[in-house]
């Protein structure tokens, strides 16, 4: 196939998948369940950080993102099997308002592909491994932090609240930080994410102009999460009862470690994090949690093989047309 | 800044302005059972409790309209006072009811029940007035509210007691039987308010301690 039309799919791709980060993209969530913005207001709140956030920190990220993960040179068909795979399963677990990982997703299909065509060295497995134990302890660091965070904020914070009047104003105090740190992650996040949809295909050396990549991903993120993203908030929001307090104790650790995670290079799971650093919040309440959060993990153990699975079933069909 | 600045707030105005109607409602009735006890009563006097408990409602409208306006950052603390509103106005209703019999009740009091009648409606009252204050107490201080709810308690154990020393005395008269049941009535009408502020207190007092566990 001709370059320029393995450049225009890829772009339309790359425009699939981020749509598909964007519609799985859960960052508003501890806003909406406290009730701290409405839908309309922090989807347009969103739309607005996402596009600055890939415009703005895409580039620094875009060129880390699926190196290092084969054993073996990666070439266009490989690139947008693992593409399309990511967006699909992305598309279909956001079309059931359930949060994965992107990055996990993406693995995922890469290590089809890799066991595909190099067998069972295909892929980079310390590599593979070391993403595998963050997979696993992304959820464990978000549950344990929020949970002593919240009890932090309960033994220090609440004691101190005597009246109607003095929890009216210590929630409003939360609620504008929470909004702040809300506006960080999803900024930030927006660059990372972007990262996913267009740094295999920087990787892939096709020649495309990064920063129109990068605009064009951010206005397709934009888009998923406004055409789609209301699930996946509406389902994590819904995790626990919040309030601007809690809500914020939940957020401010997972903002916080995944700030240096990315400085240390580590691969946390926002999704995953907030997920669980929820359900940590909830027991730490001794409150209850949503019905069918089963429904959740069960998404995520199956986000490895059904992304493997759908990239080896698509590959030969993406490599027969290229 | 002005996030922490004590803001002037309207709802605690329309709630001031609700809080003080409902006691001098109350205050009202109190001073109307206590000239009905001395058989000086004017009946037509009682239609001041009455417009006071539609002025209480006016209020509560107010109430709910400036409470609802922006509910999106505590919508817990909007429901809770949104409860205790119409909880509170629900006493109100129930002194309006008592006025409203006492202004048909055909009959003077029994001389022999007016001592223990004067200790149930002075119970009524002081029950209705603390719980007043607690609504006021639980904006700002918890703990306060909180022992002001077993203060109502009591209060309510005094006024069962006269309540039920009253009835005793009525029922075993044999005379002017219609006589006996309206007079039941008027001490359970009475009683009824006494008894409902003080299911208002414990519904605060387990609010109060609903708070510090979120």
Same mark, same amino acid.
């Given at each position: 196939m001709a370059l320029e039309y393995i450049i225009i799919l890829f772009l339309i791709i790359s425009i699939i998948i981020s749509f598909g980060i964007g519609a799985n993209d859960e960052t508003m969530a501890t806003i909406y369940g406290s009730k701290t913005l409405k839908m309309k207001e922090l989807l347009i709140l969103a739309t607005i950080l996402s596009i600055l956030g890939a415009v703005l920190l895409g580039s620094a990220v875009s060129k880390t993102v699926g190196k290092d993960l084969f054993s073996f040179e990666i070439d266009h068909s490989m690139v947008l099997t693992v593409l399309i795979s990511t967006a699909i399963w992305l598309i279909l677990s956001s079309a059931y308002g359930l949060p994965i990982s992107t990055t996990h997703a993406t693995i995922g299909a890469i290590i089809g592909v890799g066991i595909l065509l190099g +067998?069972?060295? +295909?892929?980079?497995w310390p590599t593979i491994l070391e993403l595998g134990m963050w997979w696993l302890l992304s959820p464990i660091i978000g549950y344990i932090v929020t949970y002593y965070a919240y009890k932090l904020i309960h033994k220090t914070i609440t004691p101190k609240l005597t009246g109607f009047k003095s929890y009216e104003r210590s929630e409003k105090f939360f609620s504008y930080m929470l909004l702040a740190v809300i506006c960080w992650t999803a900024f930030s996040r927006a660059g990372n994410d972007c990262s996913n949809a267009v740094g295999i295909v920087v990787g892939a050396g096709i020649g495309v102009d990064l920063n129109i990549m990068l605009i064009i991903t951010g206005f397709s993120l934009a888009s998923g999460l406004v055409i789609l993203g209301r699930g996946v908030i509406k389902s994590v929001g819904t995790i626990t009862e919040l309030h601007p307090s809690t809500a914020f104790a939940a957020q401010i650790p997972i903002a916080v470690i995944l700030f240096f995670g990315t400085i240390l290079g580590i691969p946390l799971s926002g999704s995953h994090m907030l997920v669980a650093s929820l359900v940590g919040l909830a027991k730490a309440r001794r409150a209850p949690t949503r019905k069918g959060m089963w429904k959740i993990v069960s998404v995520w153990l199956l986000t490895f093989p059904i992304a493997a699975i759908l990239s080896i079933v698509l590959y030969f069909p993406i490599n027969y047309f290229i | 800044m002005k996030l922490f600045k004590e803001k002037i707030n309207e709802l605690d105005e329309v709630n001031r302005e609700f809080l003080s109607q409902s006691l001098t409602n109350i205050i009202t009735l109190h001073e109307l059972v206590n000239q009905f006890i001395n058989k000086k $009563?004017? *009946?037509? %006097? $009682?239609e001041k409790v009455i417009q006071g408990e539609k002025k209480c409602d006016r209020i509560k409208e107010k109430y709910v309209q400036v409470l609802f306006r %922006? *509910?999106?950052? $505590?919508p817990f603390l909007v429901e809770d006072r949104y409860s205790i509103l119409m909880k509170l106005d629900k006493t109100n209703d129930k002194i309006e009811y008592f006025a409203r019999f006492l202004e048909v009740y055909p009959f003077d009091l029994y001389e022999d029940i007016k001592e223990e009648f004067k200790i149930l409606i002075d119970s009524t009252v002081e029950t209705v007035q603390e719980l007043t204050t607690c609504a006021t107490l639980i904006e700002t201080d918890f703990e306060g509210a909180y022992k002001k709810t077993f203060e109502i308690e009591a209060i309510r154990r005094k006024a069962r007691k006269a309540k039920f020393e009253l009835l005793n005395t009525i029922f075993k008269k044999t005379k002017d039987p219609t006589k006996v049941y309206l007079t039941s009535k008027l001490v359970t009408y009475i009683y009824d308010v006494a008894s409902w502020a003080e299911e208002v207190s414990d519904y605060l007092r387990g609010l109060i301690i609903k708070y510090p566990s979120r």
């Open positions: +067998g069972p060295f +295909g892929v980079n | $009563l004017n *009946k037509e %006097d $009682l %922006d *509910k999106r950052a $505590l």
